[in-house]
């Protein structure tokens, strides 16, 4: 297109061209706000990322930027995580400026473990959250009486989604690894406590629960009747399954699944997958995360 003409001329030209090609900037932002307004998918993660124990490379400073790029791949909106200790958690943070979360440690306060629930800050407003222990006697602090050497714990929350008006919980935990009977209990405890929930609002469910999928009894507890549905199983598409306890090493095919995304109500899945994401060798975690894409109250 040629700009011959008196320069006034060509001025003016110049000057309607910007503004429309403003005008035009304008509209395709404000079209995709509103796309982005309206999608009712929420991305769900669970992920033990391995408490602070190892030597390097394997230590949490290096595996720390890891994390960061495997959040920026799957960019969850809901992340429960397991075995953060209070730096690591304080790493997390640092690192996950979009998020907030909530949790407490095994022993209270910031002491021990964490099996806490990261959520996007501009998305999700916290109606309410607490915690109890895995034990007979579950509003106390700290206690454990199932035969587990290791103190177990659940943290939940109550959410709206601001992009959907959809309310929610999500509940996260780690279930012991050495006591099958600790196990048990832990599925039939969580699961009366769900059931106490108010009624007809969604629950999504994730842990570590050390525990393999569709073998054994806190499976088949959590996904029986008026129970969870297994979002892996219920997804209208998934990635290849392997086992979700790497150590550190290349999956394998047709392995335990030990780390689950439940869901209970009106949740529809579109998607989930175990993602072995490593980098030259080193991997986040002795874990492998799962992510789902669910739609809530749909």
Known sequence: ????????????????????????????????????????????????????????????????????????????????????????????????????????????????????????????????????????????????????????????????????GSVFYHVNTHFDHQSENARVKSAQLVLERARAFEKDVPVIFTGDFNAAAKKTQPYAILTGPDAFADTWETARDHGPEIGTFGRWTTPVPGGDRIDWILSRGRVTTDWSEIDPFQKDGLYPSDHYPVVAHVKIGK
């Open 1 to 164: 297109m040629s700009l011959s003409g008196p320069r006034p001329a060509r001025r003016r030209w110049f000057l309607s061209l910007l503004a429309a090609l403003a005008v035009a900037v304008s509209s395709v932002v404000v079209l995709t706000g509103q796309a982005a307004a309206g999608d009712a998918r929420v991305r769900v993660m669970t992920f033990n990322i391995r408490l602070d124990a190892d030597a390097p490379p394997k230590d949490w400073a290096s595996r720390l930027p890891l994390v960061k790029q495997l959040m920026r791949k799957h960019r969850p909106d809901l992340l429960g995580i397991q075995e953060g200790l209070w730096h690591q958690m304080r790493g997390l943070d640092g690192v996950l400026p979009a998020y907030d979360w909530v949790g407490m440690g095994r022993q209270g306060g910031t002491r021990d473990e964490f099996s806490a629930i990261f959520y996007r800050k501009d998305r999700f407003e916290v109606l309410d959250f607490d915690h109890f222990w895995l034990s007979d006697t579950p509003n106390v602090i700290g206690s454990a009486t199932w035969g587990n050497k290791i103190t177990r714990m659940v943290t939940w929350a109550k959410f709206r989604d601001r992009r959907t």
